[in-house]
């Protein structure tokens, strides 16, 4: 079908999800972008964020806090170092990746404060998005 | 000849050995069968990661000035040796077989004039260098809490050894595991983590846009390469841990069958000379009178 795309969500651990999808939003490090079937070979990196699969069943989200996303015409990889389905994700979750990111900022050194402070402020973004608490 | 309480203690003895170690066996091979489903399902992102990786590396890496991961610091003069062990024993020859690698390569190093630090996982790789290279040993993770090896575990290990790598503590890292062939077939290994080396890519059809830039997509990807290398090697050992102790366990138990047949029959026999011998007491008296 030329109209759907492979969705595919690794993790380290485990293989997440795969299935045939009909456009999927990532949320790319340098700003968000939708692929659909077709779509030219892309890889980009991804900011913490909220990964958005629309397919023949319904919209399913995820919570990624980084990784990378390799789209090509047949489908894309989402290769996330943490992913969670976005309903799974608990205010203790939230608070693990805050906590992470706070002490990312601490010991990246002077050339990578200013990636480090931006991936604080996209997880408080993200937490915002998800009603959490990002403190 | 022993006499026959003993033998009948040490029988009751092995007997209790024995079924520790079946025990043991048969705990090994849950945790083998669990180990070994970790190691699959943290296949395909690893796969996926080379591949990419290898990409990259292929289109930036030859250029002058790449990113210190991959292209090196134009040096090998320091040389940091990461040794992967079990946090426990009785697993056969599995600690000792990867130590010995380690050994070797660094003893090698050593005469070449070079300078080896040495980052030990787990404790029992610890103890065995630290006789021999007590003031190499830099650092020690310990992994004794973890009952499951996570990526967390992983990305730790990799944040330390890529902030040595950063203070310019050394030139080439090298990480020492065992990979998993089977159940009684464990190969210790030894795989260079910095500078990157990745598999020539399969000629990569497909030309990517990137976005950043590649150089910005290289410089994000290579240290989660390193944690990514170290978690294959942290799930392909902890497969191998069980899988060797498993068999260490298998041939424990039946060697402890093969003592327990061996000292029953001594006991059947030893129990049997006394009969005899009490008989030919008593005939022998009854004859006297």
Known sequence: ?135 | MPNLSDLKNRIASVKSTRKITKAMQMVASAKLRRAQDAAQAGRPYAERFNAVMAGLAASVGASEGGPKLLTGTGSDQTQLLVVMTAERGLCGGFNSNIVKLARMAAKQLLAEGKTVKILTVGKKGRESLKREFGTLLVDHVDLSDVKRVGYDNASAIAQNVLHRFDAGEFDVAKIFYSEFGSVVNQIPTELQVIPAKFEAATDEGTVYDYEPSEEGILADLLPRSVATQIFTALLENAASEQGARMSAMDNATRNAGEMIDKLTIQYNRSRQAKITNELIEIISGAEAL
């Open chain 1, 1 to 135: 079908m030329a109209d759907s795309l492979n969705f595919d969500l690794v993790s380290p651990e485990r293989s997440l999800a795969s299935f045939e999808a009909t456009s999927v939003q990532l949320p790319g490090s340098e700003g968000d972008m939708t692929a659909m079937a077709n779509h030219e070979p892309v890889l980009t990196t991804l900011r913490p964020g909220i990964l958005s699969v629309s397919a023949a069943g319904g919209v399913n989200e995820y919570v990624v806090t980084g990784g990378f996303a390799e789209v090509t015409a047949q489908g894309v990889t989402v290769i996330a170092e943490r992913a969670m389905a976005k309903a799974d994700v608990t205010q203790e979750d939230m608070d693990g990746i805050v906590v992470g990111a706070a002490e990312a900022v601490e010991r990246a050194s002077e050339d990578a404060q200013e990636a480090a402070r931006k991936v604080q402020s996209d997880v408080a973004a993200l937490a915002s998005a998800l009603g959490l608490n990002a403190a």
